[in-house]
Structures are given as C-alpha cells and as structure tokens.
C-alpha cells in the first residue's frame, strides 16, 4: 500500500558528509511523521532523528548537532544531512513512515524502507 525508497547511502571518509534521502508512495492520505533509525552489525536498531507533521523534530544523542533531518510535504520526501561523521555512524539507515491511509480509509499504519548503508572509513 505505501512504498518507502531511500537513497543516497555510500561510503565516506571521517568527517565528510552525506545526504539520505526517502520518498514514500502509495495510498497516502497523509504522513504524520517520518524519520531514520540505524541498524549496526550486532547492535539493535536505533533511532536518529524524527520529524512530525508540523515540523518538530527529535534527535539521537549521538548525531545532535551532527545530523539534520528535513521534509518535503509535497513530495511525501524526508531527508537526512549528515555532517562529521564518525566511523561509529556505519550502518544500514532506515527510513519510517507513519500514514494515514486513503484505503482502508483513515487507517493508520508505520512502513519501513529497505535500508542504505552507510559506511564511514578511511
């Protein structure tokens, strides 16, 4: 019902910079809230940053100040810059979405992308 497609995930030296970027399709009537968490091998899945509908946004502590997460409404699009990274950043990032849905109407649902890594080494 509702396709997440990131992309721009690579690898970067420390203290370089990349972009993520995520858009979301399907039967969207509306997304209350987008954001990133990371996956690193043998580690949980953590979060990095969230950004509501009103344009709040949320950080982990380890990327405050680092990262900037953005959002594009009319292109149902989030993005996340990442500034300084640190080999501690290599991971799959993953991008979520929370939609209202057009069908079923109004249902609410939380859809995950397929995941971009990310890998930060010299």
């Known amino acids: 019902q509702v396709q997440l497609v990131e992309s721009g995930g690579g690898l970067v030296q420390p203290g370089g910079s990349l972009r993520l970027s995520c858009a979301a399709s399907?039967?969207?009537?509306?997304?209350?809230?987008m954001g990133w968490y990371r996956q690193a091998p043998g580690k949980q899945r953590e979060l990095v940053a969230t950004?509501?509908?009103?344009?709040?946004?949320n950080y982990g502590a380890s990327v405050q100040g680092r990262f900037t997460i953005s959002k594009d409404n009319a292109k149902n699009t989030v993005y996340l810059q990442m500034e300084r990274l640190e080999p501690e950043d290599t991971a799959v990032y993953y991008c979520?979405?929370?939609?209202?849905?057009?069908?079923?109407?109004?249902?609410?649902?939380?859809?995950w992308g397929q995941g971009a890594q990310v890998t930060v080494s010299s």
């Open positions: 399907g039967s969207i009537l509306r997304i209350t809230k």
């Open positions: 950004i509501i509908s009103g344009g709040s946004t």
């Open positions: 979520n979405a929370r939609v209202i849905l057009t069908l079923p109407p109004s249902k609410v649902d939380d859809y």
